[in-house]
């Protein structure tokens, strides 16, 4: 009973803090207070806000719970959440606007506007077009980790890494979602117009619309003075303040920042094939193509459950089903803290948004199911049980799958080094760099903001654990698995980490740090070296780098990593020792290659 009660005063509370916003005596919004803050309540959500638009004009828009649940400031119908990949379709509609224009043909390889863009093979090279990019069937998976981990603000950064990102399917074979490529979008709309894609988006798109409120940069929202705070959900029922991520270069992909008040205008403009009060906005040939299926996801069929729910395609930045026998047109977006969706029934004439201050949250699903099946007069369905049991039976299933996985870790085992030798730099062109460090007794991987904790598995595999600034080790994923590799010589030379499932494990080259070395120590190493009749000069320049030079052969910077050991800067694989005799003369150089180690006598001078 005491539970009851508490759980009728929780209600209660929550609705109270339902916002008025645009709404009317349609009965067909009756009790949604009640039915919403069950939903905040049940899925443990800071907040949330909803519109709905029926052909022209919005007819119910409101914000529950809170933007700010700390300090319980309210959501409102003007509060902005990260609407995270429902920012494709803004940008596909750039290309669109562009295509009328005859400035780009969708069927053309993409790199007669991108010479510049290189993809892992000549078949991508020569064949991949924006149409493959706008659709998601390039043959390249995600590929996330990439940007998201090995953070950039340089588009120009990320696109010099695709070369090296393997694709996991021939292209048109199979639909894979690929931010990378509406990132390229982007770049071919400012190419072509020689404006930045966020002033794109703001003068071709949220200015005609009057999206007076939305933005497309972290700094721009944070100075709004009705922002939402991202939250997460630990531990089953805990809400925890998450920090906003900053998705820097990829903003085309997912950056914009909006509120239900103003993605309702953008939802109008869509169900009237392009126009706002009667002004086209984005063409009516593109609009058509658009929430029309480019490509097949999967095969969609419909369950004995949801007869009436079937299809699953994708068209230019939105997604295509049926839901319930009606044709719907709709896109997700996720984005640390936040959930949104936005979908609308071009027969219908009917468009909803969702927003919502939670991670990886179904909230925007649910909320949208539920007035999707009011506004189209369909018969009840209680998505909330329903999802939420759904989500239950998942959980228990993995929990049950967790139990029952053998493990194959090797006891007792050790690592093949002291930790202090697998520290350094680790680079892969097609991600980016990180470090390992040595802390105490344990090995940390750093990678821009994000901090790591490798426990030992077995022999050199040790599994990664996120690092909370505020919380500490997170132990509750131990999925992630690191190798490290050493060369023929011994040492430590790579790190392997699955960071793409569908592709083999990517490969980290390790680079030394360069360690301080006095102008004076650099001196004991100056001279000439003599190996089977050839010379080694060993000399600096302004006394405190070290070279060194072999007729016929470039100048190579010497650069510290040890005692008495020097890399050779930007040659992986090459270094070379000195060794001292008694007295602590040097006197020789061992030049370490792959292909073996040669011994060079120091000459008398």
């Known amino acids: 009973m005491k539970n ?22 349609d009965k067909r919004f009756a009790g949604l207070d009640t039915a919403f803050a069950r939903v905040l309540n049940e899925w443990h959500a800071a907040g949330f806000a909803v519109a709905v638009v029926e052909k022209n004009k919005v007819v119910y828009a409101k914000g529950f719970g809170y933007r700010d649940y700390e300090n319980k400031i309210p959501v409102t119908t003007n509060t902005l959440f990260a609407i995270g990949s429902c920012t494709k379709a803004f940008t596909a509609s750039l290309l669109g606007m562009l295509n009328k224009d005859g400035k780009v043909d969708f069927d053309k390889p993409v790199r007669n506007y ?48 695709i070369q090296f990102l393997k694709p996991s399917a021939d292209i048109r074979q199979i639909w894979q979602y690929n931010n990378f490529m509406f990132m390229l979008q982007g770049m071919v709309a400012e190419k072509i117009t020689g404006k930045s894609w966020e002033d794109n988006i703001r003068q071709k798109i949220f200015q005609p619309l009057g999206m007076d409120s939305s933005d497309v940069t972290l700094a721009e929202w944070e100075k709004s003075s009705d922002a939402a705070f991202g939250y997460d959900v630990v531990h089953d029922s805990i809400i925890k303040k998450m920090d906003y991520y900053d998705i820097a270069a990829m903003s085309p992909a997912g950056s914009i920042n909006s509120s239900v008040n103003d993605m309702a205008k953008w939802l109008v403009t869509w169900i009237h094939g392009g126009k706002y009060n009667g002004k086209e906005i984005i063409p009516a040939s593109y609009t058509t193509q658009a929430m029309s299926s480019q490509m097949v996801i999967g095969a969609g069929l419909p ?83 329903k999802l939420k049991r759904t989500a239950d039976s998942a959980k228990v299933k993995q929990i049950e799958a967790l139990r029952s996985i053998v493990s194959d870790q090797k006891q007792n085992t050790k690592t093949s080094h002291e930790l202090k030798s697998y520290e350094g730099s680790y680079s892969n062109p097609g991600y980016g760099i ?76 390790r680079t030394l740090k360069a360690r301080e070395i006095s102008k004076d120590s650099l001196q004991a190493y100056v001279g000439n070296y003599e190996i089977s009749g050839v010379n080694i000069r060993i000399y600096t320049k302004g006394g405190d780098i070290l070279y060194m030079f072999v007729t016929g052969q470039p100048e190579y910077e010497l650069v510290p990593i040890e005692n008495d050991k020097f890399s050779l800067k930007n040659l992986n694989g090459f270094s070379v020792q000195f060794n001292r005799n008694e007295k602590g003369e040097v006197i020789e150089m061992l030049s370490i290659q792959p292909n073996g180690t040669f011994r060079a006598i120091r000459k008398n001078e």
């Open 303 to 385: 369950s004995k459950e949801e007869p009436d729910i079937f299809l699953s395609n994708y068209g230019f930045g939105w997604f295509i089903d049926s839901y319930r026998g009606h044709y719907r047109v709709n896109h997700g977006g996720n984005i640390d803290g936040f959930s949104a969706n936005t979908c609308f029934f071009p027969s219908d004439s009917i468009g909803i948004v969702v927003l919502a201050n939670q991670n990886g949250s179904p909230v925007p699903s649910i909320i949208r199911n539920i007035i999707t099946d009011r506004m189209l007069g369909l018969k009840y369905l209680d998505w909330q049980s």
């Open 4 to 25: 009851i009660v508490a759980l009728l005063l929780c209600l209660l509370t929550i609705s109270s803090f339902a916002q008025k916003g645009k709404t009317s005596e």
């Open 434 to 509: 990180f470090d390992i460090i040595l802390k105490n007794d344990s090995l940390l991987f750093s990678a821009g903001a994000k901090l790591f904790w490798l426990r030992h598995y077995h022999y050199d595999v040790f599994t990664a654990f996120f690092v909370d600034p505020k919380d500490g080790v997170d132990t509750s994923d131990a999925s992630t698995k690191m190798q490290f590799h050493t060369n023929i010589h011994g040492d430590i030379e790579s790190a392997s980490i699955n960071l793409e499932p569908s592709v083999e494990p990517i490969v980290f080259t």
């Open 114 to 161: 991108l010479p510049e863009l290189k993809f892992y093979n000549d078949e991508l090279n020569d064949h991949v077009t924006l149409r493959d990019m706008m659709c998601h069937r390039t043959g390249l998976p995600r590929h996330d980790y990439s940007w998201y981990l090995f953070q950039t603000h340089s588009m120009d950064t990320l696109m010099h890494r």
